[in-house]
């Protein structure tokens, strides 16, 4: 079992691109959170997904940023024509019920130029 | 592989108690070791160590990094029931992180 898979590690998106970011939950997990970085070292939450359904998107920007969880592969967190302030790491984490038990993946950089 | 191991996976203890949480570590390039207490949805951040040997204190917790056994340490005197969480240590390499998979600590009144 190969953990939470997050790829790709680094991703460099020129402004007004798209950016992808996936993440392969733990196998037997069915629950995936989305966490950007703040620069001072905290998590900020951004969503929460089931299989097929968003939980909670509380701390997911209004604009530009959507998430997925589909039946079948990653989650998906997708952000539309990215901005110089879309630069972070973006980490998910799985766990198998809401109670807990998360497994953080190692993050996305993501890099706006 | 890089890697980052927990331990107790779980505790329990008495309002009061005093309980040391553990944290090893076996990454390249090692930049800093990170605490988070995560309750509901977002971790909250407690400390970052970058030095051996230095300890850090925040009101009843404290956290100290050995370097050269590559761990760290916890500690939570007069624990209340407010401290009951999951504690997740990280360790930053570079622009990567590593999360450990966390302690339950659960505390009972």
């Known amino acids: 079992n190969a953990g939470v898979m997050q790829n790709p590690r680094h991703l460099v998106r020129r402004r007004g691109q798209e950016a992808r970011l996936r993440c392969s939950p733990m196998k037997g997990h069915s629950h995936v959170y989305w966490y950007r970085q703040l620069p001072e070292e905290g998590l900020k939450f951004m969503v929460y997904l089931q299989k097929e359904n968003i939980i909670d998107e509380s701390g997911m920007p209004k604009e530009r940023f959507s998430a997925e969880f589909p039946k079948e592969g990653p989650s998906i967190l997708r952000i539309q024509q990215v901005v110089r302030g879309d630069s972070a790491a973006y980490f998910c984490?799985?766990?198998?019920?809401?109670?807990?038990?998360?497994?953080f993946g190692s993050g996305t950089r993501l890099t706006v130029v | 592989e890089d890697k980052v191991v927990q331990s107790p996976l779980s505790l329990v203890v008495h309002e009061g108690d005093t309980v040391t949480l553990n944290c090893s570590y076996e990454v390249t390039n090692f930049r800093s070791l990170l605490w988070y207490k995560q309750e509901k949805k977002a971790p909250t951040f407690l400390f970052m160590l970058?030095?051996?040997?230095i300890e850090k204190k925040s009101g009843r917790l404290s956290s100290i990094l050995d370097k050269k056994e590559l761990s760290s340490i916890l500690n939570i005197t007069a624990t209340q029931t407010g401290d009951s969480a999951i504690y997740l240590c990280?360790?930053?390499?570079?622009?990567?992180?590593?999360f450990g998979t966390g302690t339950s600590l659960t505390v009972i009144p």
């Open positions: 990280a360790a930053r390499t570079g622009n990567q992180f590593y």
């Open positions: 970058t030095s051996s040997g």
């Open positions: 984490a799985s766990s198998p019920g809401e109670a807990g038990g998360y497994t």
